[in-house]
C-alpha cells in the first residue's frame, strides 16, 4: 500500500515542476549523478526560487520521463540539452505567472512537507 502511495503522490508532484531561472546552462555529467527527488514547486516562495533550484527540478524532470539517473554516453548531450531546455521554458513560465497570495515561507512549508510524510509513514 505505501508503494502505491508514493507512485501516486510523485505523479502528483510532477503536476508543481515549473519554476524560474535567471540564468541557465549545461551540465557536466558529474554534476547530475544521484538519484531522483521529489520535485518541489518553486512559485511564489520568499525569498524566490534559485537558478540551481530550477536547474535541480528540469534535471529531475528529465531524469523522471527519460527513465535515465545517469544517460549513457550516448545519450548524454541529448539529455542534457534537455536538461537546458526545460531550465529556459520554467523560466519564461514562472515570470508569466501572476498571484495576488502573499510569498510563502520556505522554512513553513518545509516543516508542513515532512509532517505530512511523517503522517502517511514515508518517515521513520
Not at 557536466?28 to 524566490?48: H, Q, Y
Not at 539529455?79 to 510563502?104: D, N, Q
Request: hydrophobic residues 40%; charged residues 25%; aromatic residues 8%.
Amino acid at each position: 500500500m505505501k508503494q502505491m502511495k508514493r507512485k501516486t503522490q510523485e505523479r502528483l508532484i510532477l503536476r508543481g515542476i515549473w519554476g524560474f531561472a535567471t540564468e541557465t546552462r549545461l551540465v557536466s555529467l558529474a554534476e547530475v549523478s544521484g538519484m531522483c527527488r521529489n520535485i518541489k514547486t518553486l512559485f511564489n516562495f520568499d525569498p524566490p526560487v534559485t537558478a540551481e533550484e530550477i536547474q535541480n527540478a528540469s534535471l529531475q524532470f528529465v531524469r523522471k520521463i527519460s527513465g535515465f539517473t545517469k544517460p549513457s554516453k550516448a545519450n548524454e548531450a541529448a539529455f542534457l540539452a534537455a536538461v537546458h531546455e526545460i531550465a529556459k521554458v520554467s523560466a519564461r513560465f514562472i515570470h508569466s505567472l501572476e498571484t495576488s497570495a502573499p510569498p510563502k515561507n520556505r522554512e513553513e512549508e518545509a516543516a508542513k512537507a515532512k509532517a505530512r510524510a511523517a503522517a502517511n509513514g514515508y518517515l521513520r
